[in-house]
């Protein structure tokens, strides 16, 4: 399924279907953690009176839940399997722990005497549990019902181009929609199948479309033609215009080559299909303005002390300036001087040019070899973030000279200039960096770009420090 299909449900499907049974989740989810609160209270004190200190630990923390709930998008179960929404769900608990603990700490420092830190931490345990535990029975609910088809919307597809197909298997694994595909209309007697191999019933030719939808007590129909179909989705549309019954145009995302840079969109009310649109607008650029410069500031008074002992390195090992200073092409295509740590003697490039770091070159001094290899040459770069001219997580800028063939070579290759160049980024911490495959390295931006989160950035900054900055394509 490209990305961006979860975006159609979000904006359509959902809105429509599935509004209720996310408003009861909502406050199912309060009810179920204040109980949780209750219960870990109990168990630890063994009475039901709560005292103040905890009652205002219980409202942050319900608080800081309702908040990160939504922020993280655990209301959004089109965005994966039941195992990622528990996942969310997880993580946006944790977080929201973290908030009580914190504020309270501030607030009320007597808290912490006794037993208030097993309270909370017997209160994430007991709420997590009961959150978990309430979406399986409630997915189990779902699909029983769906079984036996109660509040069940029914869906005559109209052709059956790949994207029909992936809504098929999307419905199915959407229990909340309340929608069912039903079988399909095509002039072809050949047998279709979904993404799992299913065989999908055909109901009979296009001319039927009336007769079938009155006789199958039909719902909704979904037209779903190439974009040069036009002649046969009028001819539905004309046959059904007597007809009480919902119709919607499945878009053939698949039909363009890069489909799976397609989104369904909304500007001011007016849908788009979004083919490449950089996420940093509004709000979300301020979002990661703030993440960027904050966290390069605490990152910089951390390493100041380990930077300072590399530039004396980088002096003792060769004449000339600590920093290397060269030009990269960054946001929106404009040029930027992007620093390092001197890793090669003055004026190395001089005769070669721009030159693409091979292994095996010994251009770099010994300690600057050291300072590759363990990337710690990228230290300076936190002053290109707090000037703005970068992002901590981001593609890797690269030099005009290398961009200019490459933008020829790499499909889709500009488009990484959506964004702000980073010191790291999706494809470095899937091992994608130094002489690999430009087209898998591209694969992955393109793939952050579409699918950036202050979550996602933060996930790639922790792989980053957890696994380091060691890598073998590093020279």
């Not at 709560?50 to 179960?77: H, K, M, N, Q, S």
């Not at 292994?359 to 770099?364: F, L």
């Not at 707090?386 to 890797?396: A, F, N, W």
């Amino acid at each position: 399924m490209p990305i961006g299909f979860g975006h159609l449900f979000r904006q359509g499907l959902f809105r429509r279907y599935g509004h209720t049974t996310i408003v009861l989740l909502r406050l199912l989810d309060v009810a179920l953690l204040f109980a949780g609160g209750w219960a870990a209270y109990f168990l630890w004190l063994e009475h039901w009176n709560i005292d103040e200190d905890y009652r205002v630990a219980l409202a942050v923390g319900l608080l800081a839940a309702i908040i990160l709930f939504e922020i993280t998008g655990v209301y959004r179960p089109w965005r994966g399997s039941l195992r990622g929404d528990i996942g969310r769900l997880l993580r946006a608990w944790t977080f929201a722990l973290l908030a009580v603990v914190g504020v309270v700490a501030i607030v009320r420092s007597q808290i912490w005497f006794g037993s208030s830190y097993r309270w909370i931490a017997t209160w994430g345990v007991l709420g997590l549990t009961a959150m978990a535990g309430a979406r399986l029975i409630l997915a189990a609910v779902l699909r029983r019902a769906r079984a036996l088809g109660w509040f069940q919307g029914r869906i005559l597809m109209v052709g059956l181009n790949p994207m029909a197909i992936a809504s098929v298997k999307q419905l199915d694994d959407s229990p909340w929609a309340g929608l069912q595909v039903i079988g399909y209309l095509d002039d072809r007697a050949e047998p279709r199948f979904t993404a799992e191999g299913a065989s999908l019933p055909r109901l009979g030719s296009l001319n039927e479309v009336a007769e079938i939808v009155a006789r199958e007590s039909v719902d909704e129909v979904w037209v779903a033609f190439p974009f040069r179909g036009e002649a046969r989705a009028e001819q539905v549309l004309h046959a059904l215009r007597h007809l009480p019954v919902s119709i919607r145009l499945v878009i053939d995302c698949f039909a363009f080559r890069m489909s799976k840079f397609l989104n369904l969109n909304e500007v001011a009310g007016i849908p788009t299909l979004d083919i490449s649109v950089s996420p940093l607008h509004g709000i979300n650029r301020y979002i990661k303005e703030f993440e960027d410069r904050s966290l390069a500031l605490l990152a910089l008074l951390l390493a100041s002390p380990l930077m300072g002992l590399i530039a004396l390195g980088v002096k003792l090992s060769s004449p000339g300036p600590v920093f290397y200073r060269q030009v990269r092409v960054g946001w929106n295509n404009r040029p930027f001087t992007m620093l390092k740590f001197r890793s090669m003697p003055v004026n190395t490039e001089a005769q070669s040019g721009p030159v693409w770091a091979k292994p095996g070159e010994n251009r770099a001094t010994p300690f600057g070899s050291f300072l590759r290899k363990s990337s710690l040459d990228e230290l300076p770069q936190l002053i290109n973030v707090l000037r703005g001219d970068m992002s901590l997580v981001g593609p890797r800028p690269e030099r005009p000279d290398f961009v200019e063939v490459f933008k020829d070579q790499v499909p889709q290759y500009m488009k990484k200039h959506l964004v702000k160049a980073g010191i790291t980024g999706w494809a470095q911490v899937n091992g994608w960096r130094g002489d690999t495959d430009l087209n898998r390295r591209i694969e992955h931006d393109l793939y952050y770009i579409q699918n950036w989160s202050l979550w996602f950035d933060l996930e790639i900054a922790l792989r980053t420090v957890v696994h380091g900055f060691v890598n073998k394509n590093a020279y």
